[in-house]
């Protein structure tokens, strides 16, 4: 399933939701070394299953292809979503509601220039605090 900001997703995939795409992979937007990454994205894993959650494994990049991260797709809650981001710090998530129109889950407010650049339409962001919650598991 490929997933863009504000376009509907395939209606098999959002019925079966929420979902959320969350990486754990360079944090802060700065790149980690390969092993950093997969160590990260594997306890990612371990809080999906601790949590109970059903996952998928994922993959995100930019439009261009540029900045691809590991990550998974979670069936939870805008706010565990935003919980894991947070523990993650990860610059953002996606978040699919039931609409099925995916939203980016900003955590950085200095990204509003950078995701209007980018041509994201804003009325599919969200622009979070920088530490909403915390996780438990």
Do not use: K
Not at 47 to 67: E, F, K, Y
Not at 88 to 116: I, M
């Amino acid at each position: 399933v490929t997933l863009r900001i504000g376009v509907a997703a395939d209606p098999d995939f959002a019925a079966a939701g929420p979902w959320a795409i969350v990486s754990a992979a360079n944090p802060g937007s700065w790149p980690a070394s390969p092993a950093a990454n997969e160590a990260r994205h594997a306890e990612l894993i371990a809080m999906a299953r601790r949590l109970g959650c059903v996952w998928h494994p994922a993959r995100n990049s930019a439009d261009d292809g540029s900045w691809p991260e590991a990550s998974v797709a979670l069936r939870v809650s805008a706010a565990q979503a935003d919980g894991l981001a947070c523990h993650y710090g990860q610059a953002a998530s996606v978040f699919v509601p039931p609409d099925g129109l995916p939203r980016l889950r900003c955590l950085r407010q200095d990204w509003h220039a950078t995701a209007t650049a980018a041509g994201v339409d804003g009325r599919f962001v969200d622009w979070l605090p920088s530490a909403v919650v915390t996780v438990r598991a």
